[in-house]
């Protein structure tokens, strides 16, 4: 009977380690995932912040015949930079998917002095 308890406890320590690693992974490429929007996100929002002026940022109504010539360029670039950013994600996270890997987690160490 000892020796079956001992099969199960290491067969049931294999799934737990094979499930530790997979959501290892997937914590790994949810963190990449937010960490790439974020940047192309912010990229793209201190670019309109500083040159929006150009195509009017801001302005709902009124637009120069300007405004809406450099509006229409910056959304072409904007869909440019956004899917290239995603294609890069996803290639990013296929690539993730291809390795085994397991989350270090945190680690406090408790240092008891007399």
Same mark, same amino acid.
């Given at each position: 009977?000892? #020796?079956?308890n001992?099969?199960?406890?290491?067969? /049931?320590?294999?799934?737990? %380690?094979?499930?530790?690693?997979?959501?290892?992974?997937?914590?790994? /490429?949810? @963190?990449?995932?937010?960490?790439?929007?974020?940047?192309?996100?912010?990229?793209? /929002?201190?670019f309109? $912040?500083?040159? $929006? !002026?150009? +195509? $009017?940022? $801001?302005? !709902?109504?009124?637009?120069? %015949? !300007?405004?809406?010539?450099?509006?229409?360029? +910056?959304?072409? *670039?904007?869909? !440019?930079i956004?899917?290239?950013? @995603? @294609?890069?994600?996803? *290639? /990013?996270? #296929? %690539?993730?998917?291809?390795?085994?890997?397991? +989350? @270090?987690?945190?680690?406090?160490?408790?240092?008891?002095?007399?």
């Amino acid at each position: 009977m000892g #020796d079956f308890n001992r099969r199960v406890l290491t067969e /049931a320590r294999k799934v737990n %380690e094979e499930k530790f690693k997979d959501n290892s992974k997937r914590r790994m /490429a949810k @963190n990449i995932e937010r960490k790439f929007k974020t940047t192309m996100i912010g990229s793209l /929002a201190s670019f309109e $912040g500083i040159f $929006g !002026e150009l +195509w $009017g940022h $801001g302005k !709902e109504e009124n637009l120069t %015949e !300007e405004e809406i010539y450099w509006q229409d360029k +910056w959304d072409e *670039a904007r869909t !440019e930079i956004l899917n290239n950013g @995603n @294609n890069q994600l996803r *290639a /990013a996270i #296929d %690539e993730i998917m291809e390795y085994t890997m397991s +989350w @270090n987690r945190y680690q406090t160490d408790f240092i008891i002095t007399k």
